[in-house]
């Protein structure tokens, strides 16, 4: 026995208008929910500050020999 699907012509057209109706409300709801370029999460914030940081520590040796006779005494 063999099995085929036959669609039925008319829920083929209500599966376009469904698509058709999915795509337009995706497209009117992406011109609002895009992300503003400039912001970026606290995450990222975060990682940028640290490696600043370290890059900071890492360019002036003799601030971060301070820091370590700062916590010695």
């Known amino acids: ?9 008319e829920h083929t057209q209500e599966v376009v208008d ?8 995706e497209n009117k709801h992406a011109q609002f929910a895009r992300p503003r370029f400039g912001k970026r999460g606290n995450e990222y914030l975060n990682k940028e500050y640290t490696n600043n ?6 360019e002036n040796p003799e601030y971060f020999r301070q ?4 916590q010695e005494s």
Request: zero cysteines.
């Open 53 to 58: 940081y370290l890059r900071f520590l890492l």
């Open 18 to 25: 469904a698509i058709r109706y999915l795509q337009d409300i």
């Open 1 to 9: 026995m063999e099995a085929s699907a036959n669609p039925n012509p």
């Open 67 to 70: 820091l370590q006779q700062q």
